[in-house]
Structure formats: structure tokens, C-alpha cells
């Protein structure tokens, strides 16, 4: 299994950035993906998850602004950031699981497999 991710970077508070998650390895349409942020010492911390049927779930500290959303034919993963915050910079993971947990919102429960993530940088 195979995630890795693109489309991080640098950009102005109030910008966007669309980050994608290529995934390989797993079954498209049976995936429960999301997408997960960390800075160096702090928790990693969910931003957003898909369940294999669609079904979206996002931090509260980033509804309204980011957009999670999948292909299953192509088997990629993104996640469109808008309005950015300079407490958006974090560097990004894509993270999938085939096994869901439906007492979880959408079913998306804990993840088994991690990319190696993607450097996003807000300035003020």
C-alpha cells in the first residue's frame, strides 16, 4: 500500500491550496480516507475524512473551508484548503483504512495506512 501526497506549499493567509493524496495498493471504492495535520510538538489532528460511500466528516476548525473529496477511479484523494489561516501551517498527512467503525461518524474509525506527508506554510 502506497499513499503520497502533493500539492503542499507556501501561500498568503486568505489563499488555497489543494492537496492530493495518490493511493495504490488498496480497493478504490472500499477505502475510508482522510486527511490528518501535525506540527512538531503537537498531536496529529483529524482535518477531514470520506468513508467508501461518500459520506464526509471535517474539524470544526476547518468546515467552511476545506473540501475533502475522492476519486475512486483514479484512486486519489484531495483536499481543497480556502480562506487559509497562518494556524493552517502544519505538514499534512493522507491516511486509509479498508475497515470502518460504524459507531463513528460515516463509519471512519481509526487509519492503518499513512503517506508521508506534505508541508503546507501560511504566512500572515
Known amino acids: 500500500v502506497q499513499l503520497v501526497e502533493s500539492g503542499g506549499g507556501s501561500v498568503q493567509a486568505g489563499g488555497s491550496l489543494r492537496l492530493s493524496c495518490a493511493a495504490s495498493g488498496l480497493p478504490g471504492s472500499r477505502k475510508y480516507m482522510g486527511w490528518f495535520r501535525q506540527v512538531p510538538g503537537k498531536e496529529r489532528e483529524r482535518v477531514a475524512a470520506i468513508s467508501k460511500n461518500g459520506c464526509t466528516t471535517y474539524a470544526e476548525f476547518v468546515k467552511g473551508r476545506f473540501t475533502i473529496s475522492k476519486d475512486n477511479a483514479e484512486n486519489t484523494l484531495y483536499l481543497q484548503m480556502n480562506s487559509l489561516k497562518p494556524e493552517d501551517t502544519a505538514t499534512y498527512y493522507c491516511?486509509?483504512?479498508?475497515?470502518?467503525?460504524?459507531?463513528?461518524?460515516?463509519?471512519?474509525?481509526?487509519?492503518?495506512?499513512w503517506g508521508k506527508g506534505t508541508l503546507v506554510t501560511i504566512s500572515s
Open positions: 491516511a486509509a483504512s479498508i475497515w470502518g467503525n460504524a459507531n463513528l461518524p460515516c463509519g471512519v474509525g481509526d487509519m492503518d495506512y
